[in-house]
């Protein structure tokens, strides 16, 4: 019977054991290093946690090798044999508690990744209504501009009405050769100045073609679907679009106009259940760009459909029936049409024309 010299053995054992417990040691010490500089990573708190447990491992393997090494050496083999299940079954045990610790941050690390997107989206959707609510400030500012330049000209029309009339009255009661003349022929023709300043003053404030440029409405209305794309993923209603190929450009004021599709995509997805989908589609012609949003959601009856446009009417709890109004009022400022078509349980459509141009209003 030939045997083998044991040291070799003994040696390549022992080095294994000091290897596992070196690596394990200073992947323990990267990690923990790692998890300080950035304790809110998942994946520098799994490192940690499975270096940990390989260190666990390394120091249970190499002490039950070298005491069963220790033991049958100095002749308690009987000994060695009764104590070595214990030593296979703690590292038998830390076996599994890597591989549970390795799943666990497997599915922790997917949970992140999405908890991450969704974060990401919500910065996103939240700039977006930082936007929208920029818009929406800008707008109120153009409209009370507006608003104060109307009454600022309407205060100055009265006194100027009451200086231009008494100083005509002065010019015909003065003598040609009275001085008193020349001051009330002063008056007058700086009263009527001042009256032709006040109406073209009047005509500019009046003038909505200045809030109004030509914008992409596909760019218009990709901006607010991208700012609701939460909410049908939360409601888990699907969006088909079909966008015009090329831009489709119309004088629009885009403040307003944001204001208006936000409104009709919102009831859109109240009306429409889980599962259900909204189409939203744009399409330009020789005078008009259109849009067009169908759902397939609870639809209106006839009696409701009538009054849609009806200030204060509502079918919502705590409405104040005026969305609608204002949607019409901003699609009427834009030279534009509003189509509403809708039959219970199949859902409603929604037509929007503006003119490619803007021109007078329909008479």
């Known amino acids: 019977m030939i045997t083998l010299p044991i040291f070799p053995l003994l040696f390549v054992d022992i080095l294994g054991s000091a290897m596992v417990l070196l690596l394990s040691w200073a ?55 009764q104590v070595r299940p214990y030593s296979g079954g703690l590292n038998a045990i830390l076996s599994i508690v890597i591989a549970s610790v390795t799943l666990f941050f497997h599915n922790i690390q997917k949970l992140y990744r999405r908890m991450k997107a969704d974060h990401q989206h919500m910065e996103a959707t939240s700039h977006e209504i930082l ?22 000209a309407d205060g100055i029309r009265n006194p100027l009405h009451i200086i ?15 001085p008193a003349r020349n001051w009330a022929l002063a008056i007058a023709e700086a009263a009527k100045h001042l009256e ?13 073609k200045s809030f109004f440029s030509q914008e992409d409405l596909n760019k218009i209305v990709r901006g607010i679907l991208e700012m609701q794309h939460a909410v049908f993923e939360r409601r888990r209603v699907h969006l088909v679009t079909g966008f015009h190929p090329y831009p489709a450009y119309a004088q629009v004021n ?18 429409t259940s889980a599962q259900g989908e909204i189409h939203v589609t744009t399409a330009v012609d ?11 959601g609870r639809g209106m009856a006839p009696e409701v459909l009538t009054r849609i446009f009806e200030p204060y009417f509502t079918t919502k709890v705590g409405g104040t029936g005026l969305g609608m109004v204002f949607v019409r009022q901003i699609i ?26 803007f021109g007078e209003p329909p008479i």
Request: net charge neutral; proline share 2%; charged share 20%.
């Open 332 to 357: 009427d400022e834009h030279r534009g049409t509003i189509n509403l078509e809708s039959e219970v349980g199949q859902g409603t459509t929604v037509t929007i024309r503006l003119p490619l141009r």
């Open 27 to 81: 992947a323990f010490i990267n990690s923990r290093k790692l998890l300080a500089h950035d304790p809110e990573n998942a994946l520098w708190l799994f490192l940690y946690w499975l270096s940990l447990a390989l260190v666990a491992f390394g120091v249970s393997r190499a002490l039950g090798h070298i005491i069963g090494h220790i033991l049958v050496f100095a002749g308690h083999r009987a000994l060695w044999d």
């Open 196 to 208: 032709q300043m006040v109406e073209r003053f009047e005509n500019l404030a009046q003038d909505k």
């Open 131 to 152: 936007t929208l609510n920029k818009e929406m400030e800008a707008l109120v500012m153009e409209r009370t501009m507006s608003e104060m330049a109307l009454g600022i």
């Open 254 to 271: 885009k403040h307003l106009f944001k204001v208006a599709i936000a409104h009709l995509v919102r009831n859109a997805l109240e009306a």
């Open 164 to 178: 231009g009339g008494f100083s005509n009255r002065l010019l015909k009661k003065t003598a040609p050769d009275d």
């Open 286 to 296: 020789m005078s008009h760009a259109s849009l067009v949003i169908q759902d397939t």
